[in-house]
């Protein structure tokens, strides 16, 4: 299998890449990234891409992948809404409909979060911005498509040192409240049998990316 990744930069998309060079199933593993990667490894190759919101030039590397499992985002508190929308839905459908177009076969799975509102409703922007992708990447004609809405996101190897407050809290998260807390291992792992075999189901909670994972 080859596997396109994207924002292998963050914290559940470098785990993503991690797991997937360790997987025997994945012959090569594609990330797309803004900038070169300090990673090297013989299955990876990164593609320094800078826009978007155009995919010109890639279509061969579509063309010849079997999935993409979309992580690229931002947390709704770094930047202004109207940033937030174009990275989580532009960025997105750009890049659903350029692989479609040069693959239609090609596999998507998409990384939203737990309280993803597909009555695109919410008052939260990550809620209601995650739904209208989820809304809109259900009308195009993927033969595969899933939502990942893992809630809380517990590093297991964090790139950068976290306080340790914030450490404790998501790891009492994964004891006492299992039901809305998973760590990157797991919702890797997830998403890689997501893009290798698929689900009954378009969009997969926490509690069912868990039993993915395994």
Known sequence: MKLIITG?????GLETLNQALLDKDITEVISLMRKSSEISHPKLKTIVHKDYLNYS???DVFKNADACIWCLGISQTQVSKAEYE???F????AAAKAMLAANPNITFIFLSGMGADTTEKSKTIFARVKG????ALLKLPFKRLHSARPGGIVPVNPKKKMPWVQTALLRAMLFLMPKYAIDTVQLAKAM???AKRGHKDFILENQALKEMAK
């Open 8 to 12: 292998a930069t963050g914290t559940a």
């Open 57 to 59: 030039g890639l279509e």
């Open 86 to 88: 174009v990275i989580t």
């Open 90 to 93: 532009d960025y997105t459908m």
């Open 132 to 135: 209208k992708a989820e809304n």
């Open 192 to 194: 890689i049998n997501l």
